[in-house]
């Protein structure tokens, strides 16, 4: 069964950096492509960052480009997404995802979620 599990929001300052992880269970990251969303107060979930089965190669949204970084430890089953720079547009829940197969991670429709923690970002 798989499951996955956020931690690190929190509420930051403008400017501020979090950083999020994902304990993922029940998978093996070689073999899933792995994403972060986001969802912000009366606003639809978007994707921001994920990586794929196959390669190393990420992709990010592009109001995060250069200020976010979505990464993996195959080992500890773990992904974060580490956050820079953060503005207050970034602040809503974030979700990690995790959906079987190789292929684009940015194309693809994520089976299994996680609750999600919240990220706050206000002086």
Partial sequence: ????????????????SLRLSCAASGVNLEYYSMA???????????????????????WHLYSVLGRFTISRDIARKMVYLQ??????????????????????????????WGQGTQVTVSS
Wanted: charge should be negative; glycine fraction near 12%; charged fraction near 20%.
């Fill in 83 to 112: 956050m820079n720079s953060l503005k207050p547009e970034d602040t809503g829940v974030y979700y990690c995802a995790a959906d079987l197969g190789i292929g684009s991670c940015s194309t693809r429709n994520y089976e299994h």
């Fill in 36 to 58: 972060w969303f986001r969802q912000a107060p009366g606003k639809d979930r978007e994707a921001v960052s994920c990586i794929s089965s196959s390669d190393d190669s990420p």
């Fill in 1 to 16: 069964q798989v499951q996955l599990v956020e931690s690190g929001g929190d509420l930051v300052q403008p400017g501020g």
